[in-house]
């Protein structure tokens, strides 16, 4: 298989080879299924982005279409949110009361992130709707502050699709490469670490400065 298609070797040092051979097996409907069960709050074993990533290589080795493996992506993301944001609208401070220990939702973070979205409407939603790691939990929290359906569809329908087409596209972009790429697939391997820990660094900082400036805040109160 990885003969036929040379990106699965690079692409299993960033996912499990199963997965993307589970993608080529079984195209668009194992796309639209990883997506799916990402956006409804679902494990997931790669993230959806890279999910897409692969999805625009196979659209230049000519295994997808483009359009096709589009309107998959953007119905499995436009269907899921939406089940997500309808659900936390109409029930979703009862699942918060009674929600099991196991679910990754604290309140601390559904009130910072909820704080986060009011300060820039409907904007800071879409925005958001773009970003990996909090794309899910906009929809939550667009749910929870009664954001209206017709608004939110609108959202949900516009940022899924730029979301798709640009990683679809990146994908698509980075097919001559690929090769080269896996020819120095450790030090690619090594760069995305490296990006990964930067990433993760910048948001603990963040995370204490924030704590900080909110103690000097109190402080000064007093």
Avoid at 63 to 92: C, E, H, K, M, P
Wanted: aromatic share 14%; with cysteine.
């Amino acid at each position: 298989m990885s003969h036929i298609y040379p990106g699965l070797v690079l692409t299993s040092l960033l996912m499990p080879p199963e997965v993307a051979h589970y993608i080529v097996q079984y195209g668009y409907l194992s796309v639209f299924i990883l997506i799916f069960l990402q956006e409804t709050g679902m494990p997931n074993p790669v993230p959806n982005e890279l999910v897409l990533l692969f999805s625009g290589y196979l659209v230049y080795s000519g295994v997808f279409s483009f359009y096709q493996v589009l309107a998959t992506a953007l119905l499995a993301d436009f269907t899921g949110t939406n089940i997500l944001y309808f659900v936390f609208r109409n029930f979703g401070q009862r699942i918060l009361k009674n929600k099991p220990r196991w679910i990754p939702l604290s309140q601390q973070k559904i009130d910072s992130l909820t704080r986060g979205l009011s300060r820039g409407g409907l904007l800071n939603i879409f925005v958001c709707r773009l970003s990996p790691f909090i794309r899910g939990y906009t929809s939550v929290i667009a749910g929870l502050m009664q954001v209206r359906k017709l608004q939110f569809l609108a959202i949900a329908f516009l940022s899924a699709t730029l979301w798709a087409g640009a990683y679809l596209t990146a994908g698509w972009l980075l097919g001559p490469w690929w090769k080269q790429m896996e020819q120095h697939s450790h030090l690619f391997r090594n760069i995305m670490l490296s990006l990964l820990a930067l990433t993760v660094l910048f948001l603990a900082l963040r995370a204490i400065y924030r704590k900080q400036g909110i103690r000097i805040r109190g402080s000064s109160r007093i």
